[in-house]
């Protein structure tokens, strides 16, 4: 399972490169750390996409979940 993550990730940082694919990329990206739990990697794919795109203020609630994740793993 490991490996398909690995592989997983590395076809979205491929997609990233490509300006096209880049902010689909992230939020996929994100959601497969999510997936393994890994919240500052999710917000750090997140905050990208909401630097590249301000007019995705949707995403600044999925953040604070995860800043509340985060904190409660600590």
Excluded: C
């Amino acid at each position: 399972k490991l490996q398909l993550y690995s592989r997983a990730e590395l076809y979205f940082i491929r997609a990233a490169a490509l300006s096209e694919t880049q902010e689909q990329a992230w939020l996929g990206h994100a959601q497969l750390e999510i997936n393994q739990q890994d919240y500052a990697s999710a917000m750090a794919l997140l905050n990208k996409v909401l630097k590249a795109n301000p007019t995705r203020s949707d995403l600044k609630n999925n953040l604070e979940i995860l800043q509340r994740l985060s904190n409660q793993q600590s």
